[in-house]
């Protein structure tokens, strides 16, 4: 199975910055992409930014700009950091790999069990 545990979050000023980060553990093959999610109070979870072993990193609608995201893939962590924050940037975000346990088993999704970004003055 694999192990997401995220870190980073909290309180920040509108206009401010963090960074977030996700390390993968347990026993699993192979990573083939992680990524950042995010949902808000009664709002469906989003995509925020994803990076793969193909496609590189890519980002949800309306995220490009003010959110990077980077990788280790030697050390299965993804990093996001996320600038110039407003207040409907607040969520829980959350971490997200889609990864193969054996080397012949199935792909899976596997989540984090997120972490609190909370934007506001």
């Known amino acids: 199975q694999v192990r997401l545990v995220e870190s980073g979050g909290g309180l920040v000023q509108p206009g401010g910055s963090l960074s977030l980060s996700c390390a993968a553990s347990?026993?699993?093959?192979?990573?083939?992409?992680m990524a950042w999610y995010r949902q808000a109070p009664g709002k469906q979870r989003e995509l925020v930014a994803s990076?793969?072993?193909?496609?590189?990193?890519l980002y949800g609608a309306g995220m490009m700009g003010r959110f990077a995201i980077a990788g280790d893939n030697a050390k299965n962590t993804v990093q996001l950091r996320a600038n110039s924050l407003k207040p409907e940037d607040t969520a829980v975000y959350y971490c997200?790999?889609?990864?193969?346990?054996?080397?012949?088993?199935?792909?899976?999704?596997?989540w984090g069990q997120g972490t609190q970004v909370t934007v506001s003055s």
């Open positions: 997200n790999a889609y990864a193969q346990t054996t080397q012949f088993g199935r792909w899976g999704t596997y």
């Open positions: 347990g026993s699993f093959f192979s990573i083939n992409s």
């Open positions: 990076l793969d072993k193909i496609n590189g990193a």
